[in-house]
């Protein structure tokens, strides 16, 4: 049976082109890695602090149960993207 990594946050699509680096600056364990076409959040580093959320200009870090419809599948790319 396979358990699913719990995403603390996910980077959702406005990160797409900006990758504005405000949410890396104040992120404390240092989880959110550059993934090319946007950053992603490492869940296994993620301490869950929040401090990402309000830092980011384009509002696009939500906690995995907040992921706004019609963007779930960055939930799914951030779990491929680190394997899990």
Not at 57 to 69: G, L, Y
């Amino acid at each position: 049976m396979c358990i699913l990594s719990v995403m603390p946050h996910v980077i959702t699509s406005p990160c797409i082109g900006t990758k504005d680096q405000a949410c890396t600056e104040v992120c404390p364990v240092e989880c959110i890695y550059d993934a090319g076409e946007m950053f992603l959040i490492q869940p296994d580093e993620c301490i869950d602090c929040g401090a990402c959320v309000p830092a980011c200009p384009v509002s696009a870090i939500f906690p995995e149960e907040d992921v706004p419809a019609g963007e779930e599948e960055y939930i799914v790319k951030n779990r491929a993207f680190f394997g899990l």
